[in-house]
């Protein structure tokens, strides 16, 4: 299955497909995802109960403060780890029926990754523009295309150069072009900080680049970012807080979202009203209800 290009419209699906019973334009689908690291006798829970769809064609900015489990998320919808519980689709794909060698060929085909660290993206001794070449190795290269992702990255004039000489921000430039260079265009993108080394210019090279791909190519792309012009230019914004999907928003509005068993993250800038930890009433409305801090 995964070896057919496939986008948009109706995937061909058999009995026996790992493929998701959902909506066969989903990019994403979390179904109570839940990623547990053990280190010794320490178990670390970075994401609980974690529902989320992402449509192709979507372009959604990860937020959240550190430690929230953003970077896991990015990792999981990676497939460099597999959940520890709930079910993961990536392209129509159930990631937990996928060998390790089937699940490999996606990521190969599918998935362009620009991880935190520029340079472990990149080959440090091959000149740039072999950089960006070799990640079309899963199908017949195209040169024409090599030149017009460094052209895009504004790093026309370093193809010659090798990645390992080239500045931070110059990197993560690159490592975006590489990532966009799989497979000639990615289904799903996913970016970890990909503006935090550049300049306003430069980042917001990065933003139309990530936008374009959308559009002409139907990328889906899922970028964590503390940027605000990075999510400002996004269709979508998922806010995780403490493993937890706590808030979306779409056109400038944040909304909260009610989890699996009822529970809502009250957002920081509301803390002082009701502080966690606090007890509050509940008071029904017709179209919701109201909490109310407890008098002491
Ligand atoms: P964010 O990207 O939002 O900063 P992370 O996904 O990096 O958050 O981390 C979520 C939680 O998981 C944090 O408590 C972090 O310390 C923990 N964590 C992340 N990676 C590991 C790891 N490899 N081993 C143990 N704990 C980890």
Same mark, same amino acid.
């Not at 928003?249 to 989890?259: F, H």
């Not at 002082?272 to 509940?282: E, T, V, Y």
């Given at each position: 299955?995964?070896?057919?290009?496939? +986008?948009?419209?109706?995937?061909?699906? #058999?009995?026996?497909?790992?493929?998701?019973?959902?909506?066969?334009? #989903?990019?994403?689908?979390?179904?109570?995802?839940? %990623?547990?690291?053990?280190?010794?006798?320490?178990?670390?829970?970075?994401?609980?109960?974690?529902?989320?769809?992402?449509? *192709?064609?979507?372009?959604?900015?990860?937020?959240?403060?550190?430690?929230?489990?953003?970077?896991?998320?990015?990792?999981? &919808?990676?497939?460099?780890?597999?959940?520890?519980?709930?079910?993961?689709?990536?392209?129509?794909?159930?990631?937990?029926?996928?060998? %390790?060698?089937?699940?490999?060929?996606?990521?190969?085909?599918?998935?362009?990754?620009?991880?935190? @660290?520029?340079?472990? @993206?990149?080959?440090?001794?091959?000149? $740039?523009?072999? @950089?960006?070449?070799?990640?079309?190795?899963?199908?017949?290269?195209?040169?024409?295309?090599?030149?017009?992702?460094?052209?895009?990255?504004?790093?026309?004039?370093?193809? @010659? +150069?090798?990645?390992?000489?080239?500045?931070?921000?110059?990197?993560? +430039?690159?490592?975006? $072009?590489? $990532?966009? *260079?799989?497979?000639?265009?990615?289904?799903?993108?996913?970016?970890?900080?990909?503006? #935090? %080394?550049?300049?306003? !210019?430069?980042?917001?090279?990065?933003?139309?680049?990530?936008?374009?791909?959308? %559009?002409?190519?139907?990328?889906? !792309?899922?970028?964590?970012?503390?940027?605000?012009?990075?999510?400002? *230019?996004?269709?979508?914004?998922?806010?995780?807080?403490?493993?937890?999907?706590? #808030?979306?928003?779409?056109?400038?509005?944040?909304?909260?979202?009610?989890?699996?068993?009822?529970?809502?993250?009250?957002?920081?800038?509301?803390?002082?009203? &009701?502080?966690?930890?606090?007890?509050?009433?509940?008071?029904?409305?017709?179209?919701?209800?109201?909490?109310?801090?407890?008098?002491?």
């Amino acid at each position: 299955m995964i070896d057919e290009p496939w +986008r948009g419209g109706e995937r061909p699906t #058999s009995p026996t497909s790992p493929t998701s019973p959902t909506s066969p334009t #989903s990019m994403v689908r979390c179904d109570g995802v839940v %990623q547990i690291y053990r280190a010794r006798d320490v178990e670390v829970v970075a994401l609980r109960d974690v529902d989320l769809v992402i449509d *192709a064609g979507e372009t959604v900015a990860l937020l959240g403060p550190s430690g929230a489990g953003k970077s896991t998320l990015l990792w999981l &919808l990676a497939g460099l780890l597999r959940p520890s519980a709930g079910r993961l689709w990536l392209d129509g794909v159930e990631v937990g029926r996928l060998d %390790q060698r089937r699940l490999d060929r996606l990521r190969a085909r599918r998935i362009g990754t620009v991880l935190q @660290n520029p340079a472990r @993206n990149l080959i440090g001794y091959l000149p $740039a523009a072999q @950089n960006v070449a070799f990640a079309q190795r899963a199908v017949r290269r195209d040169r024409g295309r090599v030149r017009e992702l460094l052209r895009r990255v504004g790093l026309d004039d370093a193809g @010659n +150069r090798p990645a390992n000489r080239m500045s931070g921000g110059e990197q993560q +430039r690159l490592a975006l $072009a590489v $990532a966009l *260079a799989l497979a000639n265009a990615p289904a799903l993108l996913l970016a970890d900080e990909p503006t #935090s %080394q550049l300049d306003a !210019a430069s980042g917001a090279r990065v933003i139309e680049l990530i936008k374009h791909a959308a %559009q002409a190519d139907g990328t889906t !792309a899922v970028v964590v970012t503390h940027d605000v012009a990075v999510s400002e *230019a996004l269709s979508r914004t998922v806010t995780i807080r403490d493993g937890r999907v706590g #808030s979306e928003g779409r056109r400038g509005e944040d909304l909260v979202v009610v989890g699996r068993e009822g529970a809502v993250q009250v957002p920081p800038e509301f803390h002082h009203l &009701l502080p966690p930890g606090s007890m509050a009433r509940i008071e029904p409305l017709d179209d919701g209800i109201v909490l109310r801090r407890a008098g002491s």
